[in-house]
């Protein structure tokens, strides 16, 4: 179920790195080189797919962007938090 503006924003105090906006939460992680990048992003995609949930990435060089939100329900939901906090978990915060 796609949660309000208002739920997604009190979610977001547990995330403090991450925003909302267009409809989705975002992040953007800087890392020390590309390899450091491609390392962690396989393992949020192995991470993703055990939850059968796929971000919209992007990378470039030293940094990775991460959007997250639920196509069929047409916004943030539970489920994009359940992937934001295991990426965070992975990320070791």
Known sequence: ???TETQIQKRLQDFPNWEYDDN???TVIEFENFKEV???M????????EQNHHPDWSNVYNELSITLNTHDAGGVTE???RLAE???E???N
């Open 38 to 40: 491609f390392a962690t």
């Open 90 to 92: 992975i990320l070791g």
């Open 86 to 88: 295991s990426i965070e």
């Open 24 to 26: 989705a939460i975002h």
């Open 79 to 81: 489920k994009d938090f």
């Open 42 to 49: 396989t393992r949020i995609a192995f991470e993703a797919e």
């Open 1 to 3: 179920m796609k949660l």
